[in-house]
């Protein structure tokens, strides 16, 4: 079309723009004066169309500054291109290295499909920005990279049938969910302790309503089970960054040979202490975490602990959740190895 037929049809748009702020495909072929079929047919590549008027289509809305094949799939097929990423509403920022390295995976494995990713923080109370997400259709599918102890999340998405994946584990077989096997690493870790002649283990862990620090308790007191070693319930402390200090005077009190620490940041803080408090490790204490990261292996005296590759658990979550908005048949649960990494804080 020539250039006057143009410039008056991107005028006539970009005012239906100002005052709607969306296109759909009837307005474009209301402004090509072609049908609604003849766009959908230009747009997605499909069905029998001239050459010429394809061209015309996606020229045009080339013009509106859009990328044509975005818009062409989305219009075509109803679909968004960009998937939510939900995380929560950590204060403490505890847990913030691993959901850095997982908002990074399954961006990488959306941009590799052509998806694009919107991030949205919930806490347990106030899932106000994930409703607004779902009600305003910003989005094809979810990706959730824990498990909210207040359960309201995942009741919310199934109501609005809309697709999700979770990095986690859930006891519910119907939902789609993707996790490392922490049980069978942590057990894993303290069997190895045990075997060596080390009987007096205390368990530090974190908030107890995360599943996964149950999941990792769980791994801890198996391994007693399995050996036959009396467990102690004495040497186990829930929530134990706040009482950090005292819990580690009543520890050393005790005479214990070894903490097992829930997760990276706690063990950091944990060797911290110790080294105010002039106790050696892993002379007089052996120090284990239950989640690696790289303060714990560039530390003064390098941690052992349970490596989860993070990044690949996400990119693997990405993939499952645009397989299951593409209607592929996916298994519903999936678990990945993790790998003990032996270092200097145990013998």
């Not at 590549?45 to 080339?62: A, F, P, Q, S």
């Not at 207040?150 to 859930?170: A, R, V």
């Not at 200090?245 to 005790?254: C, N, Q, S």
Request: hydrophobic share 40%; aromatic share 6%.
């Amino acid at each position: 079309f020539d250039r006057m037929e143009k410039s008056n049809i991107i005028e006539n748009m970009n005012n239906r723009l100002r005052s709607s702020k969306k296109i759909t495909m009837l307005d474009i072929a209301n402004e090509l004066n072609v049908s609604k079929t003849t766009v959908s047919r230009a747009i997605s590549g499909r069905g029998r169309i001239g050459k010429e008027t394809r061209e015309k289509v996606l020229n045009y809305i080339g013009t509106l500054g859009y990328t044509p094949n975005n818009i062409a799939r989305g219009l075509a097929s109803s679909k968004t291109y960009n998937i939510g990423v939900i995380i929560p509403d950590n204060k403490d920022g505890g847990e913030a290295p691993f959901f850095k390295a997982a908002l990074v995976g399954i961006t990488e494995a959306a941009v590799r499909q052509d998806y694009d990713t919107v991030l949205v923080v919930v806490n347990d109370d106030d899932i106000s920005g994930l409703e607004r997400l779902v009600a305003n259709r910003k989005v094809d599918g979810i990706v959730l990279t824990r498990t909210d102890s207040s359960g309201k999340i995942i009741p919310y998405l199934k109501s609005h049938n809309m697709p999700f994946i979770l990095i986690g584990t859930n006891k519910d077989s119907d939902i789609l969910q993707i996790d490392s096997n922490q049980k069978a690493g942590c057990e894993t870790l303290i069997l190895n302790l045990l075997e060596k002649g080390v009987k007096s283990i205390a368990y530090l862990g974190g908030v107890k309503k995360h599943s996964i620090e149950n999941i990792r308790y769980e791994g801890f007191e198996s391994a007693f089970k399995k050996k036959k070693v009396a467990f102690r319930k004495d040497l186990v402390y829930w929530n134990s960054m706040p009482e950090l200090d005292a819990i580690l005077d009543d520890i050393i009190e005790k005479k214990v040979e070894c903490i097992a620490c829930s997760d990276d940041t706690i063990c950091i803080k944990v060797m911290e202490l110790l080294r105010v408090k002039k106790v050696a490790v892993p002379g007089k204490m052996q120090v284990v975490s239950f989640f690696d990261s790289v303060q714990l292996e560039k530390n003064e005296i390098p941690v052992t602990a349970l490596h989860i590759d993070t990044k690949e658990l996400s990119v693997k979550a990405g993939n499952l959740l645009i397989d299951s908005i593409n209607g592929i048949k996916t298994e519903k649960s999936n678990l990945l190895d993790c790998t003990v990494l032996y270092r200097d804080s145990s013998r």
